[in-house]
């Protein structure tokens, strides 16, 4: 079992920038792929970024050239440097992680951009 806990969200002005980090509970050592997703109220699931193993990150159109998703292998984080936000990045993000046996998904941060 592994626990997947996000934090560093809130509220920013448009522009703005937060930084998102997701904790793993133990160390990963194979995985199918990792990174964050969004929801917006009335939307569904959307993918923001994931990197698959042995292979690169891959971004949503919508970020690309605004957010980076960096790993940590020491510390078993994921993180979500957000710049440039825009009100419509506004959702809860959460964490995922696809591993051979099962999926799991973080509780989710609620990001806010408003001015």
């Known amino acids: 079992q592994v626990q997947l806990v996000e934090s560093g969200g809130g509220l920013v002005q448009p522009g703005g920038s937060l930084r998102l980090s997701c904790a793993f509970s133990?160390?990963?050592?194979?995985?199918?792929?990792m990174g964050w997703y969004r929801q917006a109220p009335g939307e569904m699931r959307d993918l923001v970024a994931s990197i698959a193993w042995g292979g690169g990150t891959q971004y949503a159109d919508s970020v690309k050239g605004r957010f980076t998703m960096t790993r940590d292998t020491e510390k078993n984080t994921l993180d979500l440097q957000m710049n440039s936000l825009k009100p419509e990045d506004t959702a809860v993000y959460y964490c995922?992680?696809?591993?051979?046996?099962?999926?799991?998904w973080g509780q989710g941060t609620q990001v806010t951009v408003s001015a």
């Open positions: 133990a160390s990963i050592f194979s995985f199918n792929n």
């Open positions: 995922d992680l696809d591993t051979p046996r099962r999926h799991y």
